[in-house]
């Protein structure tokens, strides 16, 4: 059925009513012939306006209309597939649209009362709370009571409402309860952080249904619009989309810190094994900067730089403390769906009585809603109720929470009276985002659940009209960029350079197509940013553009442009090695030689980076006796490899000087190490065609590596 159902949404979506509405009639006749009053409807529409657009007379309501008819007839398609889904799937969304009967009948308001009355009984109190949570869940088309019964909800419950609302929704479109949703934004009398809420939820919704969206699009306009007037729309936006787009790096992040960077720094820093979870970077960048020993073992070995890239990342605020609380999800609290969105609230029974424990955790509690998301804070204080009393606050402490530290951070921000401004609005978004995210990832039954962060988010059309344009499509192309995800980064500085084309950012667009591996668009875009440059184009831009040509096939171009590189005051002579190599790969020895002599006069020296390759094309192009005198040359230093016995080897068999070959193909042996013998006769044999085109004959090949064979095997 999910193929007939992505026919009739491709058949909507290219506008091919006719066949979408035949399509969708026949399953109808098969599968749920009550809903065929509501498709003849729908083709009655569409048939008059074929009539009137036939008649020629002018239609200003048609895109209209027809928009409106493409929706209706996608949520019959929806409509249809949820009811035969709800009879057998397993996902939890249909097993619990078939218990839903056993669940109260009381109305969601009376559910509300009930809840208050239980507050002092857990037990009813937990049951209740799941009940509400799954009732708004599953219900695909709130009753007007409904609606107003969440809004009239306490405080304190609305995030877990509007969450459930809007998992229902990312389950199943249902365009009065999206209106809801805009109407809960819209609301001025709604508290600032449900209203927040409340637009992550859309946000993520829309990026669901792209085609639904561009269908529902004026609406959502006239909503968002009101919205504005009373509501900072663009700068909620804007913070969302970087938190979700820093999110989606969260695995990649977390695998580096726990599987490189601290393995690292345990083995020289023995302080790092004591701590049980994930220390702050910074604190620990303070300490290790007061031992000049540890800070030199960790800049030779590496480790520095991605310590400054992760501190920096999380002063950012990324979600470093996620690899630390995974492991505490598996506890029986977080086997209930509806606690993986319930906010920690003094008000909540369960936080109550947590707290009453010990001052350490009332202490926590008040401090730990500026550092980590609900989930997580439920997950430390339950792992702390079930420690002795006496080690709690050390094992904050061993944890990276320094509460008095902590706490005054915390009156330092209230006195700066920061609480209505960016600060706390960022810190919504990243608590719930971050909440969100933890469900997707570690909930026993999140295979039921589409999972909003598997693919690249978009950015519906209908919200950039809320963006600023000159500068939100760059930063999230830049954000995205620094996370290194090239591909998702592609549309939006695509957007940038349209808007307002500049040199830093057609050379973002290049870096972002090159890493995703086309050179094509990507050398086109360096082009471009060498036109809008306003001197010769620096090292770093020819570096791209040479790469580019060079995978691309255009050896000539790429060439060109690393000697270019190579000349300019300043730049890189490497370059020219870099050039020669890509001759080498074409076979042009000749010209590579030409390239490894320049890079000699302009560097001055001969390393071995420049003798190796040009040893082996003077050998390429007959050139033996100078061959033989650089392959002695290195041979006689102490950096040799097993290769450069090989080639001087080669070099002696080819003047047939046959036992100073086999005495240097007796010295690679020696250099090849446990298996000599297998990897030189592996290596000689792959050396075959150019031997033979040095006038070694096949048969005097298969003599050698018989004498090999035969003296070496020792």
């Not at 799954?134 to 107003?148: H, K, M, N, S, V």
């Not at 007061?290 to 890239?309: A, F, Q, V």
């Not at 000539?556 to 790969?585: F, N, P, S």
């Not at 650089?630 to 490899?641: A, D, F, R």
Request: proline share 4%; with cysteine; aromatic share 10%.
């Amino acid at each position: 059925m999910n193929d007939r159902r992505q026919d009739i949404y491709k058949l909507i979506e290219k506008k091919r009513i006719t066949e979408a509405i035949e399509l969708l009639r026949e399953v109808l006749t098969a599968e749920q012939p009550s809903l065929l009053p509501r498709l003849d409807r729908s083709a009655d529409v569409y048939r008059h306006m074929l009539e009137f657009f036939v008649s020629g007379a002018p239609d200003p309501d048609r895109d209209r209309i027809l928009a409106n008819l493409r929706l209706q007839l996608l949520e019959l398609c929806d409509e249809l597939h949820r009811s035969i889904a709800i009879v057998s799937d397993s996902a939890q969304y249909y097993e619990t649209v078939r218990i839903r009967k056993g669940f109260s009948d009381e109305s969601l308001s009376g559910l509300f009362s009930l809840l208050q009355d239980n507050s002092r009984q857990p037990a009813q109190y937990e049951e209740l709370l799941k009940t509400i949570f799954f009732r708004i869940w599953t219900a695909y088309g709130l009753t007007p009571e409904e609606q107003d019964a969440i809004v009239a909800a306490p405080t304190s419950l609305k995030p877990m409402l509007i969450s459930a609302l809007g998992l229902g929704l990312r389950t199943w479109w249902h365009t009065g309860d999206v209106t809801f949703l805009l109407g809960l934004i819209q609301n001025p009398h709604l508290e600032y952080d449900n209203r927040v809420h409340a637009l992550v939820e859309l946000v993520l919704v829309l990026e669901t249904y792209p085609l639904h969206t561009r269908l529902f699009e004026p609406v959502i306009k006239i909503h968002l619009d009101a919205a504005q007037e009373s509501f900072p729309l663009g700068a909620v936006l804007e913070q969302l989309y970087i938190r979700l787009f820093r999110a989606q790096h969260t695995e990649r992040l977390t695998q580096e810190l726990q599987e490189e960077l601290l393995p690292a720094m345990q083995k020289i820093w023995s302080e790092g094994k004591s701590s049980g979870m994930q220390q702050d970077l910074e604190r620990l960048f303070e300490k290790a900067a007061s031992d000049p020993e540890w800070m030199r073992k960790m800049r030779e070995s590496g480790i520095e730089d991605k310590m400054r890239r992760i501190s920096d990342l999380q002063a950012e605020g990324a979600d470093v403390v996620f690899g630390s609380f995974r492991h505490l999800k598996a506890m029986p609290f977080f086997s209930d769906l509806h606690n993986w969105f319930r906010p920690f609230s003094p008000e909540d029974p369960q936080v109550k009585a947590l707290l009453q424990q010990t001052s350490a955790l009332s202490d926590a509690a008040l401090v730990l809603p500026y550092m980590l998301c609900d989930s997580d804070i439920f997950s430390l204080l339950f792992t702390l109720k079930l420690m002795p009393q006496e080690s709690r606050s050390m094992a904050l402490a061993q944890m990276g929470f320094d509460m008095r530290e902590m706490q005054e951070q915390i009156n330092e921000f209230k006195r700066e009276n920061k609480a209505a401004t960016g600060e706390k609005l960022s810190n919504t978004i990243k608590r719930y985002v971050e909440n969100l995210y933890r469900f997707h990832k570690l909930f026993s039954r999140r295979a039921s659940f589409y999972d909003v962060f598997a693919k690249d988010f978009s950015v519906p059309e209908v919200l950039n009209k809320y963006l600023s344009p000159d500068k939100t499509q760059a930063l999230f192309g830049r954000k995205l960029l620094s996370l290194g995800r090239c591909a998702a980064a592609i549309p939006f500085l695509r957007k940038a350079v349209q808007t307002e084309p500049s040199r830093e950012l057609y050379e973002q667009l290049g870096y972002a197509y090159q890493l995703s591996g086309n050179p094509s668009r990507a050398l086109k875009a360096y082009n471009r940013a060498d036109i809008l440059s306003e001197s010769e184009p620096g090292s770093w831009l020819l570096k791209q553009m040479a790469f580019c040509a060079g995978a691309m096939g255009r050896t000539e171009k790429a060439v060109e442009l690393y000697l270019q590189l190579a000349t300019q005051e300043g730049g890189d002579k490497r370059a020219c090695l870099v050039a020669a190599a890509l001759l080498m790969e074409q076979k042009q020895y000749p010209r590579a030689i030409e390239l490894y002599l320049q890079y000699r006069d302009l560097t001055g020296r001969e390393d071995l980076q420049m003798l190796r390759p040009l040893a082996w094309c003077y050998f390429s192009t007959a050139r033996y006796e100078e061959a033989r005198a650089i392959y002695q040359q290195i041979c006689g230093g102490g950096s040799v490899l097993a290769s450069d016995e090989l080639n001087l080897g080669h070099c002696y068999a080819v003047a047939s000087d046959r036992v100073q070959a086999l005495e240097h193909y007796r010295k690679a042996v020696s250099l090849y190490g446990d298996h000599g013998l297998r990897d030189l006769i592996k290596a000689y044999r792959n050396d075959t065609a150019d031997l033979a085109q040095a006038g070694i004959s096949p048969d005097l090949q298969a003599l050698y590596v018989d004498s090999m064979a035969q003296l070496f095997n020792e």
